[in-house]
Structures are given as C-alpha cells and as structure tokens.
C-alpha cells in the first residue's frame, strides 16, 4: 500500500502516512459520536447479493459541510457487503477494519468500536472536500483492495438524531446476539484459540489471545469470529495459535501462546496467563472497552469503561488510567478488557473474580447485574457509593465486602506501603533502592500517585 494519494480522483489523500494523525478539538469541523453522545455505532453486516448495490452510498442527514461547527452528533455507520464466499461469521473481523481504513483518510480521526466509536473530522480536510461520500469511496476501495473476497458493498451513514437511534438498538441486539454465540463454551472445549496484531501499529508489542472465555480487549472480536477470519486469510492480522501444552490451568498459560507472543512482540512479552490481572497479565493495547485499577489501600480492584466521565476513587478518571494500562505493557493490576470477558467465568479468576472487585461506574454495574454474584451485588462500590479512597473503605467494612478480611490479616501498615509498589508501577522504567542510601532513576515516567512512603530497611 502506498503511504499517500492511493486515489487521485478524491479530494484529499488516503494511505498508512495518516493513521494515527489525532485532531485536537480547536482542529476539528465536527465529531461524530464520542463521549458526549449516546447513540453512535458502527455496523456491518454480510447480506445476499440482490440485498447490495455495489458501490452505493447513501446518506441520511446533513452531510459533513452542513453539520455545525464545533458540534457533536450522533452518528452511525452501516454497511452491507456480499460475496459468495463471505459468512455471517466475519461480520466483527471485517467491522473492526472500519477503524484503521477510516483512519488512512487524511483528517479523520477514528477511535474505538462498535457502540463506542468516537470520529473526528479535520476543518482544513472539510475546506479540501472532505465529506460522506468521499469517505464512502475511499472505505470501499480499501475493504476490495484488502479482502478480495467482499465482492458488493454498500455503504449508510446516518446523521439524522432519530433515524441513528433506531439503527442504534438494531445494531446493539446484534452485537448481543455475535457475543452470546461463544458463552457456554469453555477454553477446554477448543484446540486452539487465536490471536489478533491489527492494534499493533499502535501498539507494537500488544496481541489479544482470544479465546473462547476471554474476549477480545475491544469487545469485537470473538472466538468464533477469531477461528471465521483465520480461515480465510491465515496469514492475516487474525490468525490461528495452537494451545500445546497447558502450563497452568488455573491461571490460564499455554506453551503456545507463550510462542506466539514472544514471536510476534519480537521478544518484548514471553509469558502471559489469560485469567489475572497480576504478574503475567495479557497485555493491553489502547482499545479496551474497561480498564481494571489496583487500590492497594483495599487490595482490591476498581473497574472503569470508556464512557464514564467521572473520577474514580483513585482520583483518575479513564483516560488518566488508560495512560498506566495501555501500550502493550503487562502492568500489575492494571489490565485492559472487555464487557463480555467479564461475563464469563474465568473473569480473573486468579484475583479472586467479582469478589476482589470494589468500585465500578452505575452504568457497569447495571449491565452486568446478572453476572454478579447476588450476596456480592450490594457490596460493590459505585460513584453513587464512594468518591474517594476513606469513602470506598468505609462502604467496604459496613457491607462486609470480602476484601475486608483480608486488610484484618495484613497489618495496615503493609497495606499501605503497597501504595508505592502499585500506583507507579506501570509508568516507571527503571527504579533502583540500593542499601545504605536511595537512588530512584525515573524513565520515561508519568506518575501520579495518592501517597508515596519511603521507609529506611531497619
Ligand atoms: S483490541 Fe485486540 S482483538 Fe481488538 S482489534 Fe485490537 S488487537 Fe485485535
């Protein structure tokens, strides 16, 4: 693929040279989706040859040039594709490609998936020409030139506020419906699982193992629609990893992912063990739906998603623990999922499961009432319940939450001299405490932390 001006008849230039370009809001003409708005979604969907009109493009609501300036609306995108050797099956792989194809448009910004989709479109490409139909043709070139087998395409966009929300709960009962397929399964059930690199150019080192009780990190991406993509193009970004041995399976660590990774991060990652949040966690990219946060003060875990606006009670909000989580690192205790890795059973099994988890957002909470376990539902923290670390221990000890035993077998000392080891952790390069003295070499750091205690060794 060139790196620009792959299509000279388009107003502006398409090629690798502009994914992740990131416009800045003072930048942007508009944005479409994101944390603001509620209905916004991407949707595609393998339909029969006489449902699709190649190269079709339609557009329902005011194009880019006649949205307000500045603004943020509601936004979908649907498309319909067809080809005699297409399944239902790849619908999630090949609409995960929406992102990166997006994002070789000169000034389009594209981040997230699925119902979570934030776009942001560049004033100056807007003045070039910039709009749906010239995104239109520019998707649809890319998905042919990528995927010989898409043989029709038809795209929508939707801008029209009431015409997006009744395609928005279409498209959530299909998502719904794609996630359900694999719960039942068990990673026991399957030979193999299988492993996506499409977030390495963001993050080099990062690959989600799928697999049948752990969903992919962004929440597209399943086993079934893992083993659908790898069978068409088994050299492609999705592909097939054998299990081989099973090294523990408790934690969830098999000699072949262990190869896989540390093949494919080019030796940066060697071990991962799929069920914890801790040691030998699977790496996070930047696409989470959730971020997991360590409170050492509880020793328990806090969990935040993508939309919520708020502080936890770490004092960050997501995009401050986004910043500890992401980048293809294995950071203890903070560690990137999905919805549905959270509804099976294997959720951090090795943590201890719903039960080391402390704070969530209402909206988590909600989603996920029959998940969790009912004696646990009321003892979980929300933003309802706590907004600060002295409010969430409080909650904790009067509900009786399970974490709580445990601070009566740790001194409250070593618990808060976790704080040091855990709040930093996954930002601090190169950290060295000789005896006799202290040196501490900060890399490449960002630290933000509550508390910080240094005691002399006696
Ligand atoms: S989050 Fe994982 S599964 Fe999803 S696109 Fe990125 S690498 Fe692939």
């Known amino acids: ?19 992740g370009e990131r416009i800045r809001k003072p930048q942007m003409h508009v944005e479409l989706g994101g944390p603001n708005v509620k209905e916004k979604f991407e949707l595609l969907r393998v339909k029969s040859p006489e449902e699709v009109e190649d190269g079709k493009i339609t557009i329902i609501g005011p194009d880019v040039q006649d949205l307000e300036e500045g603004s943020s609306v509601p936004f979908g995108i649907y498309i319909e594709v067809s080809g005699d050797k297409l399944e239902v099956e790849m619908e999630g792989v090949m609409e995960r490609r929406i992102h990166d194809f997006c994002n070789y448009i000169e000034g389009f910004m594209h981040l997230n998936q699925r119902d979570s989709i934030w776009l942001r479109l560049d004033k100056k490409a807007v003045k070039k020409g910039l709009n749906f139909d010239v995104t239109g043709k520019a998707l649809q070139r890319l998905f042919k030139s990528e995927m010989s087998i898409i043989e029709k395409m038809q795209i929508t966009f939707l801008t029209e506020p009431v015409e997006v929300k009744k395609k928005f709960q279409e498209a959530l009962d299909i ?66 990893i054998p299990k081989e041995k099973c090294l523990d399976e408790w934690k969830g660590e098999y000699e072949g992912i262990n190869k896989i990774v540390s093949e494919k991060s080019l030796g940066e990652i060697d071990r ?63 560690h990137g999922i999905s919805f549905e890795y959270m509804r099976s059973p294997k959720f ?70 976790q704080t040091l080891e855990a709040m930093p952790v996954g930002t601090i390069s190169g950290v060295g405490i000789p005896s006799g003295g202290i040196t501490i070499i900060l890399k490449n750091a960002k630290i933000h932390a509550e508390k910080v205690i240094i005691k002399r060794a006696k």
């Open 272 to 334: 991962i063990q799929l069920y914890t949040a801790f040691d030998y966690p699977h790496t996070s990219c930047g696409c989470f739906e959730i971020t997991t946060f360590y409170v050492p003060e509880c020793d328990g875990l806090g969990v935040v998603h993508r939309d919520f606006k708020g502080q936890t009670p770490s004092g960050l909000t997501f995009g401050g623990l986004a910043d500890s989580t992401g980048g293809g690192r294995q950071v203890n205790g903070f």
């Open 1 to 19: 693929m060139s790196t620009s001006g792959m299509f000279a008849d388009l107003p502006v230039e398409v090629g690798l040279a502009y994914e």
């Open 348 to 417: 951090l099994q090795v943590d201890g499961g719903w039960n080391r988890i402390v704070w969530l957002p209402t909206e988590v909470k909600e989603k996920m009432k029959d998940y969790i376990p009912k004696e646990l539902y009321d003892k979980i923290a929300t933003e309802d319940d706590a907004t600060d670390i002295v409010s969430l221990k409080e909650f904790l000890k009067e509900k009786g939450h399970p974490v709580v035993e445990k601070w009566v077998e740790k001194p409250p000392d070593a618990i808060e001299a």
């Open 175 to 240: 998502y719904e419906a794609r996630d359900a397929r694999a719960r039942g399964m068990t990673d026991n059930d399957v030979d193999v699982f299988y492993g996506c690199t499409l977030c390495q150019s963001f993050a080099p080192s990062h690959i989600c193992v799928i697999s049948a009780q752990r969903y992919a990190n962004c929440g597209a991406i399943s086993w079934f629609d893992g083993r659908a993509a790898a069978k068409v193009d088994p050299k492609g970004p999705v592909f097939e």
